[in-house]
């Protein structure tokens, strides 16, 4: 294998992760990957049935910091997708680049465990319910940085609506508009 992956290196051949941002279908009008998650900027936010203000609003939500991902883009409008899997369209400056995420258990009234470090083995700090909101500081592919109010630590990342499986987020001090993936640069090993 290590033989195969030299020469494929010396050949010039790159080894890209399954999902990689460069990879990823963009959007036509911000070039940002589609799909991809956001939140919500605002405590409303309309949430229309399509892509512009003649078309009646399906719901309201009413949850500024809530995570959605972005499906489509028509002009200034994103078609988005919540936690719940409900879609509608919504203009573009009501959503952050903001990343945040909701708790999901594997049972229905589950507690999800809040570790204070990236390791089962870690002490458990608290359990979140099902829907507790937080922000996303960083992910490794398998745990996330979570944050809210009143709690800090680490959830296991398939246990949160967020961040996709295996992604890596790094936000660190700054909001970062969109995912920081492990993919090399076209044309670079």
Known sequence: MAALMLAAGMAGIQSVPAWCASDAPTGSVSGLPIPRFVSLKSDRVNARSGPNKDQEVRWVYTHAGMPVEVTAEFENWRRIRDWEGAEGWV???????????????????????????????????????????????????????????????????????????????????????????????????
């Open 91 to 189: 203009y573009h400056s009501l959503l952050s680049g903001k990343r945040t995420a909701t708790v999901v258990p594997k049972l229905k009234d589950e507690l999800v465990p809040l570790f204070e470090k990236a390791n089962v083995d870690s002490p458990v700090s608290a359990r979140l319910q099902p829907g507790v909101l937080g922000a996303l500081k960083t992910c490794n592919g398998a745990w996330c940085q979570f944050s809210g109010k009143g709690f800090e630590g680490y959830v296991r990342q398939e246990r949160l609506w967020g961040a996709y499986p295996n992604e890596k987020v790094d936000l660190g001090a700054f909001a970062a508009p969109a995912p920081i993936h492990e993919c090399p640069v076209q044309g670079r090993a």
